[in-house]
DNA sequence: TTTATGGCTGTCA
DNA sequence: ATGACAGCCATAA
């Protein structure tokens, strides 16, 4: 574990249940803009059980990003649809409506 | 060291 | 809408 993947995480957590972030916007939130695929690689190194709630991260179209192993997209779509989160006939998730307005939650700072 | 491979993303055709 | 490409950079080998 090292301070960027801490910082990662940080903000993973602060997802909001019911909502959903993109990898950029975790990158962004995170002070490591342009990183989403490096956020993209904290996540998967988590994989067990943690209190990360990485299954709140989807890519910037809103769907559930494709791995190696494709077991996790099914879990992922699962514990989404048990936060209410909604996807369309095209199984993709209306950002402007889950999406996380971070500024909204996020602590100020300037 | 160098290469290859990723839970990505914006741009352009 | 779809697909190719180029940036991005941590890990593993």
Do not use: C
Request: aromatic share 10%; glycine share 6%.
């Amino acid at each position: 574990m090292n301070r960027t993947y801490a910082r990662i995480y940080a903000v993973v957590k602060r997802i909001p249940k019911g909502r959903v972030a993109t990898y950029g916007q975790v990158a962004v939130l995170a002070r490591m803009p342009r990183r989403a695929r490096q956020v993209g690689y904290a996540l998967s190194a988590l994989t067990d059980q943690s209190d990360i709630p990485w299954h709140r991260v989807v890519n910037a179209k809103g769907e559930i990003s494709r791995r190696k192993n494709p077991i996790y997209e099914d879990i992922q779509r699962a514990l989404l649809k048990t936060e209410k989160v909604r996807f369309d006939t095209a199984g993709r998730i209306n950002l402007a409506r889950f999406g996380w307005q971070a500024a909204a939650s996020a602590p100020k700072r300037f």
